[in-house]
């Protein structure tokens, strides 16, 4: 089983597909960027029920802001012990630069999303991680 995971892990990583797939957060992270310590300060986890949309192009969550990414290129993959991760490069609602990344912790068995500017950083902990779209 835990093959098969990774092997559509791997294969979804390496493109983006056609169709819009529809993805639930139940919780969500906010951090600061620490430049003294250089790392992430993370807040306390926050129950939310958020729908993300994923297509080929554009990520789009039904928050307060309207979050809208429109996505421009990939970024960088990482593939070690502990995770398997893609990243995107993008503009938001505010085009604003940002980056885009999908997560799978191998060790928890937990997908999350990323949205990451230069000193702040939402991560978004997906229920029943089901990426088709982003092959991972």
């Given at each position: 089983?835990?093959?098969?995971?990774?092997?559509?892990?791997?294969?979804?990583?390496?493109?983006?597909?056609?169709?819009?797939?529809?993805?639930?957060?139940?919780?969500?992270?906010?951090?600061?960027?620490?430049?003294?310590?250089?790392?992430?300060?993370?807040?306390?986890?926050?129950?939310?029920?958020?729908?993300?949309?994923?297509?080929?192009?554009?990520?789009?969550?039904n928050?307060?802001?309207?979050t809208?990414?429109?996505?421009?290129?990939?970024?960088?993959?990482?593939?070690?012990?502990?995770?398997?991760?893609?990243?995107?490069?993008?503009t938001?609602?505010?085009?604003?630069?940002?980056?885009?990344?999908?997560?799978?912790?191998?060790?928890?068995?937990?997908?999350?999303?990323?949205?990451?500017?230069?000193?702040?950083?939402?991560?978004?902990?997906?229920?029943?991680?089901?990426?088709?779209?982003?092959?991972?």
């Amino acid at each position: 089983m835990r093959k098969l995971i990774l092997a559509v892990l791997f294969s979804a990583m390496s493109i983006i597909g056609l169709a819009q797939t529809t993805s639930y957060a139940y919780k969500l992270e906010f951090g600061n960027w620490n430049t003294y310590t250089k790392k992430w300060m993370w807040e306390d986890l926050k129950d939310v029920d958020l729908t993300f949309t994923l297509g080929k192009t554009y990520v789009k969550i039904n928050d307060q802001a309207h979050t809208f990414l429109s996505i421009i290129e990939q970024d960088d993959n990482t593939d070690d012990d502990k995770l398997k991760s893609v990243s995107w490069i993008c503009t938001d609602e505010k085009n604003r630069r940002c980056t885009f990344m999908i997560t799978y912790h191998k060790q928890d068995n937990v997908i999350t999303y990323g949205i990451m500017y230069n000193d702040r950083c939402f991560r978004y902990y997906i229920r029943n991680g089901k990426v088709d779209n982003f092959n991972l």
